[in-house]
């Protein structure tokens, strides 16, 4: 029975009236359904009066083919741009009206989904259904919009060449799958972005944007009577679309051999990925396939089996498994980034030598039972958040539908030994796998390199860009806006929410301050502490110590080892859960927990701060962590920037 501020009948009576049909409900999720077709989830949560709307499209990359990759993500874009109604030049466009009332909102492109989202106070529920049931038919799609936003994409596009991580993920893709359209890039190629026309976006539009391909989710503090009639009085006058919507029928035919390919770009450290053709979410072996995903782990889980391989013998400095179940078959992946002077063939065997025993060993009590309890407990923590349970009702509609999550942890809990060792001797082998290596390659000035015939740097502003500048009227421009619509206020039966009264301090006898709040309902608990032990206590002192002090507090303490404390983390479901930062003034750190764990934890904790082991073994492998970290940081032109500004702010002594 959902948890409801009203009774079943008087439910049931609206939704008669409203000609809105109640399809099923499981977990306090009920799914009810327009007659246009249009899919609606609720979960009511009244701990707080926030509520996140959710519309989900089911078009992504996946519905585009060559000569218009990249419209799904560039429509997401245009979706801004206003309607009749709605629109900027109005002064109503939706990030006028969404600004004054304190929302946050935005919009994700993928694989097989789009979705668009506002997280807003329960008052205005009402504006933000009007506005997304208005932009779903209505959009404006003016050439001058598409004009003005193609630089924003283009921008976009050029932003994510410089992370390898990106490009290396994009051709792992691009190789693996020749015919099934996971093999575009959900941004697209840069030819067809650059190339596509506004009567293109109009007619994806034309074919997508429907409410029978929709679903909309609305979980928060609402009241499911007002909500219905929103969705009915703005939703339910929309049609349904005229023709069926498309369907992808292209599958990628079995892989006959290993594919392999190479990237020589601008970065710092050599990378070698992985990418093992693997079944759909729907599929039974999803379950396993996820379960091995736990158990490899990545940089963050220290008890895990890359981390132990690769992480722990000066191999990598990054490593990761990654399991993509999407609505098609896709792809297993698994890679590593190598600490400095390491083969990229030694890491590749190490990775390849950890999934093959996956294949001929059964793997450990102790690792089946902690992926279930790190699983069990990461739902939990998410569903503690609201808006997060929106999202995750959001990835399994556009997988499969929403009972895919709801039944989700007990497929997974019901995974054997003899499950991970059937599906790892399946997929994992070498006719399955496409490998990637890239290699990084900068120019001998250290500046990067650029392979374009251009004279002038890729996305580097014109020279004239000054004189531009100063020739704008700033005060000129903003007046030639329209004025902004102002929101009506909406009635609200809340007071300002404040905790200020309800914070309890206590001064230990240690002096240490302790705060406590409590909110109840979310079998979860937010532990942050911060110490008076930054960089500026230590300027004098090399710059790195209070990094590697901070570093080194969870390899080792009295009580605990570098190894149990992972295990006791990852089976919290909170892997990087302990993890400190540094800044000028503190030392700090910050995680959520299942309620039940707290005690362990906050003794896990003490032991931590008080008892650390300092270990002359977990220092000479934090440096050589550090190492590779400012390597690859030499590549982020944004932090080098920055660190110029500092150094050019303060003098060299100076702890800033």
Known sequence: MVNTLETVDKIDKVIGELGITKVTENKNVVEYALENGLKLLTLENHTSPVVTLLVVYKVGSRNEAVGYTGSTHFLEHMLFKGTKKHN????????????????????????????YFEV????????????????????LLRQEDHDSEMSVVRNEMERGENYPEEAIEKELYAIAFR????????????????????????????????????????????????????????????????????????????????RRFEIHRSGDLPKVWAGYHVP?????????????????????????????????NSIAAEVFARHDDLRDPALFIVGATLNPEVEIEKAETAIFEELAKLAKEPVTDEELDRARSANRKGTILSKA???????????????????????????????TKEDIMRVAGKYFVKSNRTVGHFFPKNSEDGSVSNDGDDDEEEGAPPADAHKAAEEINVTAFLNSRPPVTKVKAAKSTFKVPT?????????????????????????????????RAGKFFSYKEPNALPDFAADLMTKGSQNYSKLKM???????????????????????????LVSDDMPQFVDMLADIMRHPLFLEEELAKTKIEWRARLTEAMSNTRLMAWNSVRRNLYPKDHPF
């Open 385 to 415: 958040d609201p808006s997060s349970l929106a999202f995750m009702l959001g990835e399994a509609e556009s997988k499969a539908d929403w009972h895919w999550l709801m039944n989700y942890d007990d497929k997974f809990d019901a995974v």
């Open 88 to 115: 900027t030049d109005k002064g109503n466009g939706i990030d006028d009206l969404l600004t004054q009332i304190g929302a946050y909102w935005n919009a994700t492109t993928w694989f097989d989904r789009t979705s």
């Open 280 to 312: 759909n979410a729907s599929h039974a072996d999803n379950y396993p396939l996820a379960v091995i995903r736990h158990i490899l782990g990545s940089t963050y889980e220290r008890s895990s089996r890359f981390y132990r391989a690769l992480i722990d």
């Open 499 to 531: 905790f200020e009264s309800r914070v309890v301090k206590q001064v230990m006898p240690n002096g240490m301050t302790l705060l406590l709040l409590q909110n109840p309902g979310t079998e979860s608990v937010g532990i942050t502490s911060t110490t």
């Open 120 to 139: 807003v106070p329960s008052e205005y529920l009402e504006l933000c259904v009007e506005l997304e049931a208005d932009r779903m038919r209505n959009l």
């Open 179 to 258: 015919e099934h359209p996971y093999h575009h890039p959900t941004i697209g190629w840069r030819s067809d972005v650059e190339g596509v026309d506004m009567e293109k976006l109009r007619e994806f539009y034309n074919t997508f944007y429907w409410p029978n391909n929709a679903t909309v989710i609305l979980v928060g503090d609402f009241e499911p009577t007002k909500a219905l009639t929103y969705m009915q009085k703005y939703f339910g006058k929309i049609p349904k679309s005229p023709q069926p919507i498309p369907t992808v029928y292209t599958t990628e035919p079995p892989q006959e051999g290993e």
């Open 566 to 592: 992972a295990e006791i983390l990852e089976n919290m479901g909170i892997p990087g859960g302990l993890e400190f930062a540094v800044d000028n003034y503190r030392l700090s750190f910050g995680s959520n």
